[in-house]
T-cell receptor
């Protein structure tokens, strides 16, 4: 157990639907990062939150949004889902700064 | 912006042989460098990191990496691999104190008996 908890582990949904992925960071970590891992694009950075505020944005589609709550857990919302959104979505956390991440075990999203 | 190039997508080796996984990076500012390992159906785990100080860093399971600023490289090495080292390895770079990391495409290390 890495200390970063992601739920659900697997999600199968239809095109056009909306899903929410949840992440609880390791205790004491203020930063949360979301990454998408797919076979054709590798690990792509989506977004970072630090202590409730958006800190950096990567290749995140407009159909996707995220937030970090006062208890530091984070949610990634994916809407109007397309087949191409099928991927592994990882959450990672770190203390302040960039001394390395602790990753969760991921959510495997399958859009059918 | 930073970028990472992992020069080999797949590296097959025999058990107890040495291995080197190559990583080059590009950045105009000071960086931190990382190697992560991903076993099948698991998340990534931090293997080792270079933040500052000694350019040679080691992990607890026998891997080491050397930061070479002049060649902008951070190659990962192990003198003798085990079957259990079979996994995908990712090199990553981040701007010092900036948080966000950019990952390479990964190198699949397959250790054969």
């Amino acid at each position: 157990d890495s200390g970063v908890t992601q739920t659900p582990k697997h999600l199968i949904t239809a095109t056009g639907q909306r899903v929410t992925l949840r992440c609880s960071p390791r205790s004491g970590d203020l930063s949360v990062y979301w990454y998408q891992q797919s076979l054709d694009q590798g690990l792509q950075f989506l977004i970072q939150y630090y202590n409730g505020e958006e800190r950096a944005k990567g290749n995140i589609l407009e159909r996707f949004s995220a937030q970090q709550f006062p208890d530091l857990h984070s949610e990634l919302n994916l809407s109007s889902l397309e087949l191409g959104d099928s991927a592994l979505y990882f959450c990672a956390s770190s203390p302040a700064g960039s001394s390395g991440y602790t990753f969760g075990s991921g959510t495997r999203l399958t859009v059918v | 912006a930073q970028s990472v190039t992992q020069l080999d997508s797949q590296v097959p080796v025999f058990e107890e042989a040495p291995v080197e996984l190559r990583c080059n990076y590009s950045s105009s500012v000071s960086v931190y460098l990382f190697w992560y390992v991903q076993y099948p159906n698991q998340g990534l785990q931090l293997l080792l990191k270079y933040l500052s100080g000694s350019t040679l860093v080691e992990s607890i399971n026998g891997f080491e990496a050397e930061f070479n600023k002049s060649q902008t490289s951070f190659h990962l090495r192990k003198p003798s691999v085990h079957i259990s080292d079979t996994a995908e390895y990712f090199c990553a770079v981040s701007v010092a104190n900036a948080g966000k990391s950019t990952f390479g495409d990964g190198t699949t290390l397959t250790v054969k008996p």
